[in-house]
């Protein structure tokens, strides 16, 4: 059965910089894109970052130049690199796998950007 699991979320300063990884079983990981979402309290979930299995990668602009999405096929992994974090960085980040037969969801890993 198909499982996504987040983790390296936590409290991070200003400034400070986080690593979040998603770890999928299953198998719908090698041949489809990954990607990172966010939903701040009160707001939409959106788009953070997009890698395919090719390795292009798609960047929201709030994120562009800070974030840095990856992945290693090898470990069915994909990571967040998360630099120069800003409060408005604060939210609940999703990884997301997208298939032709639909989109399987972990269940978030809480990311706080506070002094």
């Known amino acids: 059965q198909e499982q996504l699991v987040e983790f390296g979320g936590g409290l991070v300063q200003p400034g400070g910089s986080l690593r979040l990884s998603c770890v999928v079983s299953?198998?719908?990981?090698?041949?489809?894109?990954m990607g990172w979402h966010r939903q701040a309290p009160g707001k939409e979930r959106e788009l953070v970052a997009t890698?395919?299995?090719?390795?292009?990668?798609n960047y929201a602009d709030s994120v562009k130049g800070r974030f840095m999405i990856s992945r290693d096929n090898a470990k069915n992994t994909v990571s967040l690199q998360m630099n120069s974090l800003k409060p408005e960085d604060t939210a609940l980040y999703y990884c997301?796998?997208?298939?032709?037969?639909?989109?399987?969801w972990g269940k978030g890993t809480l990311v706080t950007v506070s002094s």
């Open positions: 997301k796998v997208t298939t032709p037969y639909g989109n399987y």
């Open positions: 299953g198998n719908i990981f090698r041949s489809n894109t």
């Open positions: 890698i395919s299995s090719s390795g292009l990668t």
